[in-house]
């Protein structure tokens, strides 16, 4: 196998298809492993994505999870390091992106690294540090609901300080629209004064491949998929249409649906309105006892087959926090999690051959259960979102399309929009 240029460890599921998406488009060959691979990857490829479930675990949790990737991608005598988090920043309440950071760069022997979970196609820019969702402060886009990572401050600065012991800088707009020169002499500037981490302002496309070129001789990048646009051109690597083929889709089509943010709900709204046949998960119903499962499976035979089936979990924030009083946030959020998590083994295993997955703990939670261990990575649905075609044990040998949408990306029509794109 080659050597790998980049390698890069996700905190989640749909975080992870979401860089690998970005370093596809730009050219390069990626392989996602769901999980720490056991053993060196079984085909070339120029980078890898390693998808962990670390997003809203505890800190000293996703530090060890985040250690054993790294250890894994050492092995691989991987060129450079990329830590990748979510374009909102969602961590945990107490705060998991910084000690991962300062983790990573103690185990790789780095002083200085940046942040920057700038994207700017899906709506996700920074400015003065401060990061916004379209046209609005973090803190007004709706995150500050968001039942597992409320985010309730903008100024990213604050807010990576709150969780880190080393100095945080910022590297604004007036140095990064300066050009790469200025760029590099303001990272070894901040480098001098012993500043460990620099958040990074980005507004547009210009300005990542700016980041990317800056960061080339950095061990570790800490960002969201945005600034991976920038990175293959710094190994030689061009876009190239190929790297996202994949082989044809067959089968039935399915939506399973956990996460409550404003987008998805949208999304699940605008399907049910327009005629697509839905089926609601209650976690009270869950929590009661009652076979779901078996009634959702019965309900799918009744339904057209030709037609996309969808299967959802997702509330209003209101009505979580009503459940979450009730069953307590963690229960909660189990339970549903692994209802819909069998409802998407049950639905492999009947014939779904092409699946989309809202949410990043749902789709960490299906992907589990279908037993997959690797993704090859495929065409854009929508910024940030990609098609993947993975084996499954449950797939009777067929693999099966899947793809792994964070509750905040996509398109009102998302759902129907992906199937009519993979045919």
Same mark, same amino acid.
């Given at each position: 196998?080659?050597?790998?240029? #980049?390698? !890069?460890?996700?905190?989640?599921?749909?975080?992870?298809?979401?860089?690998?998406?970005? &370093?596809?488009?730009?050219?390069?060959?990626?392989?996602?492993?769901?999980?720490?691979?056991?053993?060196?990857?079984?085909?070339?490829?120029?980078?890898?994505?390693?998808?962990?479930?670390?997003? %809203?675990?505890?800190?000293?949790?996703?530090?060890?999870?985040?250690?054993?990737?790294?250890?894994?991608?050492?092995?691989?005598?991987?060129?450079?390091?990329?830590?990748?988090?979510?374009?909102?920043?969602?961590?945990?309440?107490?705060?998991?992106?910084?000690?991962?950071?300062?983790?990573?760069?103690?185990?790789?022997?780095?002083?200085?690294?940046?942040?920057?979970?700038?994207?700017?196609e899906n709506g996700r820019?920074?400015?003065?540090?401060?990061? @916004?969702?379209?046209?609005?402060?973090?803190?007004?886009?709706?995150?500050?609901?968001?039942? &597992?990572?409320?985010?309730?401050?903008?100024?990213?600065?604050?807010?990576?300080?709150?969780?880190?012991?080393?100095?945080?800088?910022?590297?604004?707009?007036?140095?990064?629209?300066?050009?790469?020169?200025?760029?590099?002499?303001?990272?070894?500037?901040?480098?001098?004064? *012993?500043?460990?981490?620099?958040?990074?302002?980005?507004?547009?496309?210009?300005? #990542?491949l700016t980041i990317g070129?800056?960061?080339?001789?950095?061990?570790?990048?800490?960002?969201?998929?945005?600034?991976?646009?920038? &990175?293959?051109?710094?190994?030689?690597?061009?876009?190239?249409?190929?790297?996202?083929?994949?082989?044809?889709?067959?089968?039935?089509?399915?939506?399973?649906?956990?996460? !409550?943010?404003? =987008? %998805?709900?949208?999304?699940?709204?605008?399907?049910?309105?327009?005629?697509?046949?839905? @089926?609601?998960?209650?976690?009270?119903?869950?929590?009661?006892?009652?076979?779901?499962?078996?009634?959702?499976?019965?309900?799918?035979?009744? !339904?057209?087959?030709?037609?996309?089936?969808?299967?959802?979990?997702?509330?209003?924030?209101?009505?979580?926090? =009503?459940?979450?009083?009730?069953?307590?946030?963690?229960?909660?959020?189990?339970?549903?999690?692994?209802?819909?998590?069998? $409802? =998407?083994?049950?639905?492999?295993?009947?014939?779904?051959?092409?699946?989309?997955? =809202? *949410? *990043?703990?749902?789709?960490?939670?299906?992907?589990?259960?279908?037993?997959?261990?690797?993704?090859? $990575?495929?065409?854009?649905?929508?910024?940030?979102?990609?098609?993947?075609?993975?084996?499954?044990?449950?797939?009777? *040998?067929?693999?099966?399309?899947?793809?792994?949408?964070?509750?905040?990306?996509?398109?009102?029509?998302?759902?129907?929009?992906?199937?009519?794109?993979?045919?």
């Amino acid at each position: 196998m080659s050597k790998l240029r #980049l390698g !890069c460890i996700a905190d989640d599921f749909t975080g992870a298809t979401d860089l690998a998406n970005n &370093l596809v488009r730009r050219g390069m060959r990626v392989v996602q492993t769901i999980g720490v691979p056991s053993s060196p990857l079984a085909s070339d490829a120029d980078a890898v994505v390693i998808a962990l479930k670390s997003r %809203t675990i505890p800190a000293e949790q996703a530090v060890e999870q985040s250690l054993k990737a790294l250890q894994w991608l050492k092995e691989q005598d991987t060129q450079q390091t990329y830590f990748k988090y979510c374009s909102t920043f969602d961590s945990t309440p107490d705060g998991n992106i910084g000690p991962v950071i300062e983790a990573l760069m103690q185990a790789l022997d780095t002083e200085f690294t940046i942040a920057c979970p700038a994207f700017p196609e899906n709506g996700r820019t920074v400015f003065k540090g401060y990061l @916004f969702v379209g046209d609005v402060l973090l803190h007004e886009s709706g995150m500050s609901k968001h039942p &597992l990572t409320p985010m309730t401050d903008s100024n990213l600065v604050r807010v990576l300080q709150a969780q880190m012991t080393g100095q945080v800088g910022l590297l604004d707009h007036t140095v990064v629209r300066q050009g790469l020169p200025f760029m590099r002499d303001s990272i070894q500037e901040m480098r001098q004064q *012993g500043v460990k981490a620099a958040v990074v302002d980005a507004v547009d496309d210009a300005d #990542l491949l700016t980041i990317g070129l800056a960061v080339s001789d950095l061990k570790l990048i800490t960002a969201g998929s945005g600034v991976a646009i920038g &990175l293959p051109q710094n190994y030689g690597i061009q876009p190239d249409n190929q790297a996202s083929a994949l082989p044809t889709a067959i089968g039935r089509q399915a939506i399973v649906s956990g996460s !409550c943010s404003v =987008a %998805t709900n949208a999304q699940v709204t605008h399907f049910k309105q327009t005629g697509g046949a839905s @089926f609601a998960v209650d976690p009270l119903q869950l929590a009661r006892g009652d076979d779901v499962v078996a009634r959702a499976m019965a309900w799918a035979s009744t !339904c057209d087959p030709s037609s996309p089936l969808l299967f959802y979990a997702t509330a209003e924030p209101e009505a979580v926090k =009503a459940v979450q009083q009730q069953l307590g946030v963690a229960e909660a959020g189990h339970i549903v999690e692994k209802t819909l998590s069998e $409802i =998407a083994r049950r639905l492999v295993e009947g014939g779904v051959g092409q699946l989309v997955v =809202a *949410g *990043g703990e749902t789709s960490g939670a299906c992907v589990q259960a279908l037993e997959i261990t690797q993704m090859r $990575i495929g065409p854009q649905i929508a910024p940030g979102v990609p098609w993947c075609h993975a084996h499954s044990p449950y797939a009777l *040998g067929k693999g099966v399309h899947v793809a792994l949408k964070s509750g905040n990306f996509g398109s009102m029509d998302f759902f129907t929009h992906a199937f009519e794109l993979l045919h």
